[in-house]
């Protein structure tokens, strides 16, 4: 008898989600008597009135390894137990449909469900697993920001597409002698501004870890400058804040967000620069989802094709509950409630790209 997997991308979508759903695909192909389901739009497609399910075949996934995105789409509202619904008089409620959902996996004989996203998701793996669903999860962030694996895939990529626009906006510093501000993404986590940082070579680099302090970046910025001639480049993540400072962005907007939107911080260091009267030209360029698009790096490739077939074997294994994890040289699982106790945060004090960052010159803001 066949055995059946539903799979479903919920979340921001991220660099690698595809080589993550061909990996579970072509590893179950092996088996000869497993079936592989795609949930349409994270788990809506079970939720929803008319069920959006397809069946993922190995021609399905080939080649999906080199494309960005997910084929079977995301989204990162609602979920079974916050279902938007629209009220006949235009408004939003949320429902839990949880039971439902369980209700027609049963129906159609659905053995295991592996949901690929990040702590979000994973809190939703976790109380559907308390439901008595059978369920792995896979880490999926480009923020990095999971713990218990070592790297999600997708954070790779955004750090190489950060870092090249980043090189793009030094060469127009130097000639202007401008300050330039590059926003990138990373809600409470610095990673992928961190390692922007050393690898672009900034001289100020802003994280949600380290409040900063206007005036050190003033003094490193004067420290760049001789007789008015000289060039300054700043990374900041969307979630740095100043000391004693609010996060910048705007409360969620429609029913069901999972978070607040964040964006700004840039354009607001660039007012608090100029409140400091920094007479040099300062522009803003904020980078946002150009860096969750596009062809995953190799290694993302690489990183997801091996999450995607270790899925696939702790459902075989039966190892539900569990989430798949990097911790090199090993491809293996922790519990999925482990894997969310606490975020992947820098710790500035522990963590030696902190530590070589500084040393090179590269202020905090601290
Ligand atoms: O969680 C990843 C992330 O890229 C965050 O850094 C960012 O705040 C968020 O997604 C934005 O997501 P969206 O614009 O899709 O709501």
Redesign the pocket.
Known sequence: MQKKILVATG??DCPGLNAVIRGIVKRAAQEKDWQVYGCIESFNGILKDNIEIIELTERTVSGLHIKGGTIIKTT?RGGPFHFPVKQSDGSWITEDRSELMKKRLENMGIDAVINIG?DGSQRISLQLASMGIKVVGVPK???NDLSSTDFTFGFQTAVQIATEAFDKLVTTAESHNRIFIMEV???DAGWIALHTAIAGGAEVCLIPEIAYDPYKILERIESRYKHGEGFCNIVIA?GAKALDGQITGAAPSSIGDE?V??GGVGYKLQQELKALAVEHDIRVTVLG?L??GGTPTAYDRILATAFGVKAFELVKEKQFNSMVIYRHPHISSVPIKQAIAKPNLIEPDKNYFVHAAKSIGISFGD
């Open positions: 979340g921001g990162n990040g962030t480009i923020d993404m990373g809600r969307e978070h939107k964040l989802h860096q969750r």
